[in-house]
């Protein structure tokens, strides 16, 4: 039956009260706040990149060059050792030069070592071996040991400077940085 004042038939059902259905959420209004929070969360992830954008990553890494101390401290024909576990770098005085040999093995990247009574730089992980001056000789090797750039400093120290390094089957071994003309005592 319709009653006839709303117009609507209550066939039996108790009237709502008006506002009881408003604590009740409509599928609508779940997609709806489901949709503001999920672009709210967006909007807060780009706030949140663009704020670390403004504080770059910077990788400090140590300098390349060091001082290594006075030509007359290294012995004539013999491989100073000093500077290999801070830089990685050997330095050879001859009679007529000192130059610098960058410790890294050009097969693989390992760290050969000096030996001393063999005269030798050996590689302990594949064999390869090179003389005093850093050339190749044994062992799957491809290349001799690199150079790496040597100069005097105003107060006469040796100054080493790793980033600059220089190949001998490329002829860089005749370049005036790659070593240091010394016949003094």
Not at 25 to 45: D, H, K, P, Q
Not at 64 to 77: C, D, H, L, M, R
Not at 114 to 136: A, I, Q, R
Request: glycine share 10%.
């Amino acid at each position: 039956m319709a009653d006839a004042k709303s117009g609507s038939a209550t066939h039996g059902a108790a009237p709502v009260a008006e506002g009881a259905a408003e604590h009740i959420w409509c599928r609508r209004e779940v997609t709806s706040l489901a949709a503001s929070t999920a672009i709210l969360g967006c909007l807060a992830c780009a706030g949140a990149a663009v704020t670390r954008m403004l504080f770059p990553r910077v990788l400090f890494e140590p300098p390349t060059s060091f001082k290594a101390g006075y030509p007359n401290e290294y012995i004539v024909g013999e491989v100073s050792e000093r500077w290999m576990k801070t830089q990685r770098v050997w330095i050879v005085r001859t009679d007529r030069e000192i130059y610098a040999l960058l410790g890294i093995c050009t097969h693989l990247g390992c760290t050969p070592r000096w030996l001393g009574p063999e005269g030798k730089f050996k590689c302990p992980c594949h064999g390869s071996g090179y003389t005093m001056d850093g050339v190749n000789f044994e062992g799957p090797t491809p290349r001799p040991l690199e150079r790496v750039k040597i100069a005097l400093a105003d107060d006469g120290q040796i100054v080493v400077d790793t980033a600059l390094r220089y190949r001998h089957e490329l002829g860089q071994w005749e370049d005036p940085q790659s070593f240091l003309r010394y016949a003094g005592a």
